[in-house]
């Protein structure tokens, strides 16, 4: 009795564990595959790291830096997020001689840049965090 036990277990196990190497193939898969709107000539984006929430609505993964970007609620922004926390124009990124700078754009709620409250336009980094409402990105610039 003891024995049939012990392999049963052996096998929900062995199962458990092929499930979750499965899952995590599964995840690195679709962090690749959403990694594809990032053309290899632009290596400046910014990537979404983290939701407050689970919020209601859709947004990408990464979106590509041109040249400026901005980031609200109006349609008419680079960046759409129908955030309720999130101005019409929240902030915005312009790049200058190859340096990008983050700028609040009045926003109601504040622009964050690794935790503190930006008040005039800021240098970016490679690393940078960006908070606006209740999402979070990473700026990457390889």
């Known amino acids: ?35 594809e709107g990032i053309s290899s000539d632009n290596r400046v984006y910014l990537k979404l790291i983290n939701r407050k929430e689970s919020l209601p609505y859709k947004i990408k993964e990464y979106y590509s830096i041109d040249k400026n970007i901005t980031l609200g609620r109006n349609n008419q922004n680079n960046i759409v997020v129908k955030d309720p926390f999130i101005s019409k124009k929240h902030f915005q990124i312009i790049e200058d001689e190859g340096e990008y700078y983050l700028e609040d754009l009045n926003s109601a709620n504040g622009t964050h840049l690794n935790g503190d409250k930006i008040f005039d336009a800021m240098q970016l980094e490679d690393g940078d965090i960006i908070r606006a409402g209740q999402i979070e990105f990473l700026f990457v610039n390889r």
């Open 1 to 35: 009795m003891y024995n049939i036990l012990a392999i049963l277990f052996k096998y929900i196990f062995i199962i458990i564990i092929y499930l979750f190497i499965f899952s995590i193939i599964r995840l690195i898969y679709l962090d690749i595959r959403s990694m």
